[in-house]
């Protein structure tokens, strides 16, 4: 059974930082970042191979965002540099056993869901 917790969000202004944290227990071969706005469909944002492997960004937020993992501990990391008004979201981790490659952004790939975690951007 995999867990999934996230922490780290919080309220910032616009071109700030912050720095999610994604801890798992048990088992996971991708981990996903995925947001979802009040009125909005979930987007994918960043997925990672476990253990080395290669990250995955989607195009808004090519650039400003950033993954890394400490694999000992089990957590994965978010890095959100200059953050805009329009990245303010609910933001959930949610991983999976596959290793049979993409597609990294579809919510139907991903198993394992946190409970997430708010990200609020003001201008």
């Known amino acids: 059974q995999v867990r999934l917790v996230e922490s780290g969000g919080g309220s910032v202004q616009t071109g700030g930082s912050l720095s999610l944290s994604c801890a798992a227990t048990g088992y996971t071969y991708t981990l996903g970042w995925f947001r979802q706005a009040p009125g909005k469909e979930r987007e994918g944002i960043a997925a990672i191979i476990r253990g080395g492997g290669r990250a995955y960004y989607a195009d808004s937020v090519q650039g400003r965002f950033t993954l890394s993992e400490d694999y000992a501990e089990n957590t994965v990391y978010l890095q959100m540099n200059n953050l805009k008004p329009e990245d303010t979201a609910m933001y959930f981790c949610?991983?999976?056993?596959?290793?049979?490659?993409?597609?990294?952004?579809?919510?139907?790939?991903?198993?394992?869901w946190g409970q997430g975690t708010q990200v609020t951007v003001s201008s």
């Open positions: 949610a991983a999976d056993h596959r290793s049979d490659g993409g597609p990294w952004f579809a919510p139907l790939r991903y198993y394992y």
